[in-house]
């Protein structure tokens, strides 16, 4: 190595053939070089438009769906493929590559750096679907070869690591920003779960003190969307401060799970509850149910609010012990309970599409039920036959 003017001439950084002038032959070198140039271009060639078709399908972008299409039994992406095919001739037509290798080689240290911290973040987060196969992984050495990359990525040239930390970064915003209807199962959702249930231990072996006591209300609503007015009301009295439940209880031949959008409903609209189906052979053992297994641990309702029963007269002597005994089963269990009678109007925060009149001025149904025979309180006015109870 020699020396001008205090500065080296030769080495890596000056002569791309420093390596062949050190080996015993110089063109195992040149070899190998063309060897890890042709698997990296087919490898790119290959996987590349494939995970882009993945990205189209997914419609985290706009106007990019028309390479989403696959041919074939493979599902082979061929119009994703002629775009990588123009884009690397684009590139190789540059005819100065040096020019753009800092740039290529920061995506690709980026790409090692995204991939690294997400098999520290599944390890670490216990994601059940995270399961590695290799005998001697280890979580702290995938953050190590994260952390790594990223310093690499910054001592080969840092002007174009902050371009492509901003870059994908916006890419990342953006997503969020649109918030595709699509389920990766991230390790993301399995830290938040893993979160939230040390949370729930942790609150569970506090000792209760009346200073932190707040309501925590057991709504008989039946189902939120045909009772918006009934769930807008409770929402803007517990102001997300507590747990609320919306108690379904299901008198009919047909099954819970037909009421799992109402929990989205409830998201949609903002609104911070939970919606509880059960299914009974009565109404009383329905509510019951609900008063014994709303809630985990210290996360649980401590006041029922049910309807006011207008009809005393009307109803039959089974319906008043049924009804009456709710609020006495409430009571054994050490809940608090409200009696919702109301004859005004409530403004709706959001109302089923195809329906608009389900609440008269009575007390709207606190109780869902769709056969007016058992029908537990007058006020319950709105009854929605897509919603049998």
């Not at 438009?49 to 074939?72: E, R, S, T």
């Not at 119009?79 to 095919?85: E, M, N």
């Not at 189906?277 to 009383?284: D, E, G, I, L």
């Not at 403004?347 to 149904?365: I, R």
Request: proline fraction near 4%; include cysteine; charged fraction near 15%.
């Amino acid at each position: 190595v020699t020396f001008k003017d205090g500065k080296c001439q030769y080495g890596m950084h000056k002569s791309f053939s420093a390596m062949s002038m050190m080996s015993g032959y110089k063109h195992i070198i040149t070899i190998g070089i063309f060897a890890a140039t042709l698997s990296s271009a087919l490898a790119s060639l290959v996987s590349a438009p494939k995970v882009f078709q993945a990205v189209c399908k997914d419609k985290l972008f706009p106007y990019i769906g028309w390479f989403a299409k696959g041919y074939g039994s493979n599902n082979e992406p061929w119009r994703a493929y002629a775009l990588a095919l123009l884009i690397a001739a684009a590139f190789v037509c540059i005819a100065e590559l040096n020019a753009i290798a800092p740039i290529i080689t920061n995506f690709f240290l980026i790409s090692y750096t995204l991939i690294n911290y997400s098999c520290f973040e599944a390890s670490f987060s216990n994601s059940p679907g995270w399961r590695p196969s290799y005998k001697y992984y280890n979580t702290w050495v995938s953050l190590l070869g994260s952390l790594l990359c990223a310093a690499v990525m910054f001592i080969t040239s840092w002007w174009t690591a902050l371009i492509t930390v901003v870059i994908i970064y916006a890419l990342y915003r953006y997503i969020q920003y649109r918030k595709p209807a699509v389920n990766w199962g991230s390790s993301k959702q399995a830290l938040k779960y893993n979160n939230a249930l040390d949370l729930i231990h942790e609150v569970s072996g506090l000792s209760y003190h009346v200073k932190n006591f707040r309501p925590q209300f057991l709504v008989l609503t039946g189902a939120p969307s045909s009772r918006p007015r009934l769930v807008n009301f409770m929402s803007d009295i517990s102001k997300g401060y507590g747990v609320m439940v919306c108690g379904h209880v299901i008198r009919s031949k047909y099954k819970v799970d037909q009421y799992l959008s109402e929990n989205h409903l409830l998201i949609a609209n903002k609104i911070k509850a939970f919606h509880v189906p059960v299914a009974a052979p009565s109404f009383r053992i329905g509510v019951k149910n609900l008063l014994q297994t709303n809630g985990l641990g210290v996360i649980k309702a401590n006041t029922l609010i049910l309807g006011y029963k207008h009809s005393w007269n009307a109803g039959t002597p089974e319906q008043v012990e049924e009804y009456v005994g709710i609020i006495k089963d409430a009571f054994d269990h050490h809940y608090a309970v409200g009696v919702l009678r109301y004859s005004g109007k409530l403004d709706e925060k959001f109302l089923p599409e195809d329906d608009t009149t389900l609440f008269d001025e009575a007390a709207d149904g606190v109780v869902s039920n769709c056969q007016s025979k058992d029908n537990l309180e007058e006020g319950s006015a709105a009854k929605d036959s897509k919603h049998p109870s």
